[in-house]
């Protein structure tokens, strides 16, 4: 449940000195919600999350509002945040194209995406 991984990033940041020491990271599905948490779970900006042959879309593109788990960032955060993404060069398993394709590749995706987010 995201709202119990929240409530943890919370008490890691009271000991870690704040959220802006936390680096978030995993691998497929905890890439995604990694990524996902980074930018739209947790309120404060994280230092960072690294994701591994994953990807937060099409999560990113359809943030529920409405809702306490998640919220747009600001564009402050978004510029702050650092993101990190490793996948293979032939891993098209999420938008049917290599990850680097100019066009429909998960990265040119990604970073649109968080552009018009703010």
Do not use: M
């Amino acid at each position: 449940d995201v709202d119990i991984l929240k409530l943890v990033l919370k008490q890691l940041a009271q000991e870690a000195g704040g959220y802006s020491k936390l680096w978030l990271s995993g691998r497929s599905q905890g890439g995604c919600l990694s990524t996902l948490l980074a930018v739209a779970g947790v309120a404060p900006t994280v230092a960072g999350c690294f994701a591994i042959a994953s990807t937060a879309l099409p999560e990113l593109q359809h943030i529920p509002v409405g809702v306490d788990t998640y919220s747009l960032p600001s564009e402050k955060k978004l510029e702050n945040l650092r993101l990190g993404f490793f996948s293979g060069s032939k891993d098209h398993q999420f938008t049917g194209h290599h990850p680097q394709n100019r066009i429909h590749g998960t990265f040119p995706l990604l970073k649109k995406t968080l552009v018009d987010l703010g």
